[in-house]
C-alpha cells in the first residue's frame, strides 16, 4: 500500500464514522491520525458529546475489537489487567484476560480512578504489554487507549500524573456542534428508531496494519526536522512555562506530521502539517507556572504563541 492508497482508504474511513458522528469532520480526521501515527488519544470535553461513540465508531468501520471500561475509585488494577483464577474442573489457575486485551479501549472518565489504578495503563501505552502473576503478555497489535477525563468537575478525582498525560500522541476537544448538525443528529435517531448505531467495517485490521506500515514512506525534509525541535525547544525555554515538552512530544509532532501527509496523499511532509498539529500535540506535555493561572493563560496559548513568532522553513 502507498500514501495514495492511504488517501483513498482514510476518506472512504472517516465518511463511514460520519455516519454515525455527525458534523464533526476535522476531529474525525484528527482521531484517524492519530491512529495512524500509533498513538493514544486523550478526549477532554463535557459529557454527551460523542466521545465514546467515535472510539466504538471507529472500531466497528475498522473492523477491530472494542472494549469500554468504566474508571471508578474503587476500580481495582485487576480489573483493567486481569488476574489468575482457580480453575476447578482443572485443577490449576487460569488467565482471566482484562479488557485491556483489545486493539481499542475506551478509559471512560480515566481521572476518576485512583493513581495505582491509573498506573496499571502505564506499561500498558507504553510497551503494549502487561504483566499479571509475573508473567508478561503481549496486546494484539494495533493497541489503542482512548481516554476521557471531563474538564468539569474535579471534586473526588484524581489528575493524571505528567508520565501518563505524556504517553497519550495527542489531547483533543470534541466541542458543541452546530445548530444544523444538531438538527440532523435528531432527524437520523428519529429515522433510525432506535438508539444503537451499529456500522459496518470498511477495512481490516491488517490492512490498517498496512496503513500504518505506508506511513513510513513519508518523507520529512531536515529543515521540518529542524523546525519541530526548535518549536519543542522553544516550550522549554519560554518564560511561562514551568516545564516544557520532553522529546516524546517532538516524536509526537513527527508522526503525526507524516500521518496527515499520508491522509492527503502525500509522501512528504509540509509545514502546515506540524502546524496543524503542534497544539494537540503539545499542550498537555506543558507544566504552566503557578501564577499564570490567575490571568487565564492556557497551555495552549503559549504554543500558538510560539507558533506565531517561530519562522517557517521553506521546503522544496
Do not use: C
Amino acid at each position: 500500500m502507498d500514501v495514495k492508497e492511504v488517501k483513498v482508504r482514510g476518506e472512504a474511513i472517516i465518511g463511514a464514522v460520519g455516519q454515525a458522528v455527525v458534523g464533526k469532520q476535522d476531529v474525525l480526521r484528527q482521531v484517524l491520525v492519530g491512529v495512524l501515527a500509533g498513538g493514544h488519544i486523550l478526549f477532554e470535553d463535557y459529557p454527551g458529546l460523542a466521545k465514546t461513540l467515535v472510539a466504538r465508531s471507529y472500531a466497528q468501520v475498522l473492523g477491530i475489537s472494542f472494549r469500554r471500561i468504566q474508571f471508578t475509585p474503587d476500580l481495582l488494577p485487576s480489573d483493567i489487567t486481569g488476574s489468575h483464577i482457580f480453575n476447578r474442573d482443572q485443577n490449576r489457575f487460569t488467565l482471566s484476560r482484562g479488557p485491556v486485551f483489545a486493539h481499542i479501549v475506551l478509559a471512560d472518565e480515566i481521572n476518576r480512578a485512583t493513581p495505582k489504578t491509573q498506573s496499571a495503563l502505564l506499561e500498558a501505552m507504553q510497551e503494549s504489554q502487561v504483566t499479571i502473576g509475573g508473567e508478561t503478555h503481549p496486546l494484539p497489535p494495533p493497541f489503542i487507549v482512548v481516554a476521557t477525563q471531563n474538564p468539569i468537575e474535579y471534586e473526588g478525582t484524581f489528575p493524571l500524573p505528567e508520565a501518563q498525560l505524556d504517553r497519550f500522541i495527542m489531547r483533543l476537544s470534541i466541542g458543541y456542534p452546530d445548530r444544523a448538525a444538531e438538527v440532523e443528529v435528531l432527524r437520523r435517531r428519529r429515522e433510525r428508531r432506535e438508539d444503537d448505531i451499529v456500522l459496518e467495517a470498511i477495512t481490516s485490521r491488517e490492512e490498517l496494519l498496512e496503513m500504518r506500515s505506508a506511513v513510513e514512506q513519508v518523507i520529512v525534509d531536515p529543515d521540518i526536522e529542524n523546525y519541530i525541535v526548535e518549536l519543542v525547544a522553544k516550550t522549554r525555554s519560554d518564560s511561562n512555562v514551568y516545564v516544557g515538552s520532553s522529546p516524546r512530544g517532538s516524536l509526537a509532532l513527527l508522526k503525526l506530521a507524516r500521518s496527515s501527509a499520508a491522509l492527503d496523499g502525500r509522501d512528504y511532509v509540509l509545514p502546515d502539517d506540524v502546524k496543524d498539529f503542534a497544539v494537540p500535540a503539545l499542550a498537555h506535555r506543558l507544566i504552566l507556572s503557578p501564577e499564570l493561572w490567575s490571568k487565564r493563560v492556557t497551555p495552549q496559548h503559549v504554543v500558538e504563541g510560539i507558533l506565531h513568532v517561530l519562522p517557517v522553513p521553506k521546503v522544496d
